[in-house]
């Protein structure tokens, strides 16, 4: 919108700009991607502590172990924490390197909804043991 001539805008140039492009909603991604972060390492630790203590286990006792309410409470937690912190880290990748909105677009979905597929299927399976 043009302003008329010998018009005087009293708005700063960075008023004219706020909440306009991309910086809308990119700052609870980026503390999303911290968080998940964060909340892997321990339970990252946990997890391959545990496997290599059950090196040489038998398939019965890793079901068993599998199924201590403790182990798979955090173990359910460190897949669907795994799948969120890919899926967004994923999305970064592809909105910096696929051009054009489309092909962006549906590669972040076709990625999201592998996430959500992958981790739907993981928790499943870990429940199945676990109940």
Not at 4 to 9: E, K, L
Not at 55 to 80: C, D, K, M, Y
Request: charged fraction near 10%.
């Amino acid at each position: 919108m043009s302003e008329p001539s010998g018009t005087v805008r009293l708005q700063s140039p960075l008023g004219r700009v706020r909440g306009l492009g991309s910086a809308k909603g990119g700052t609870h991604h980026w503390w999303m991607q911290r968080v998940t972060a964060m909340a892997l390492l321990p339970l990252t630790l946990w997890f391959v502590l545990s496997v290599a203590r059950h090196t040489g286990s038998s398939h019965a006792q890793i079901v068993e172990w599998i199924g201590r309410p403790f182990n798979a409470v955090l173990l359910l937690s460190f897949v669907a924490i795994s799948f969120q912190h890919a899926a967004s880290g994923m999305q970064v990748v592809l909105e910096d390197y696929v051009r054009g909105e489309v092909p962006r677009m549906v590669s972040i979905m076709v990625v999201k909804a592998l996430c959500w597929i992958l981790g739907l299927l993981a928790v499943l399976s870990v429940l199945r043991i676990a109940l």
